[in-house]
């Protein structure tokens, strides 16, 4: 999403600009990091086909991330580093437990409805399609 990128791009040059030496109010990039922390997870989720395990995985994550880009912000890189590689560890966990549960469809993309297809049930789907391809 385009949307997403640009946040990312912003706090990574307000960040670059901060450890450059630049008087920045490192309270602006923690909210897009965090911003973009919930983004991430919920782009994931989309992508990982994690039904049965996605709340448990999707608070994890979350706080992790969290944690991980505040260590970022407080340049503790040894937190950094341990959060960042546990964080990003759980995503192929995810994927092995939910290769592994024979249950684990996903509902379609489009919610079910017993409505006949008019035009405005066309249109509610269209919308909902494009708020979950964007961020």
Do not use: H
Not at 7 to 35: E, H, K, R, S
Request: aromatic content about 12%; charged content about 15%; glycine content about 6%.
């Amino acid at each position: 999403c385009p949307v997403c990128v640009g946040v990312l791009l912003t706090w990574i040059g307000f960040l670059a600009a901060a450890y450059l030496g630049q008087p920045i109010d490192l309270t602006i990039p923690a909210v897009m990091m965090g911003g973009s922390v919930v983004g991430f997870t919920y782009y994931l989720e989309k992508k990982l086909n994690a039904r049965r395990f996605i709340n448990a995985w999707r608070v994890f994550f979350v706080v992790f991330g969290f944690v991980t880009v505040y260590a970022l912000i407080r340049e503790e890189w040894v937190w950094f580093v341990i959060t960042a590689v546990v964080t990003l560890a759980s995503v192929p966990v995810v994927i092995g437990l939910s290769k592994n549960n024979p249950n684990n469809n996903r509902p379609p993309e489009v919610a079910r409805t017993a409505v006949s297809n008019t035009q405005s049930q066309q249109n509610i789907a269209a919308i909902r399609k494009k708020m979950e391809d964007c961020c």
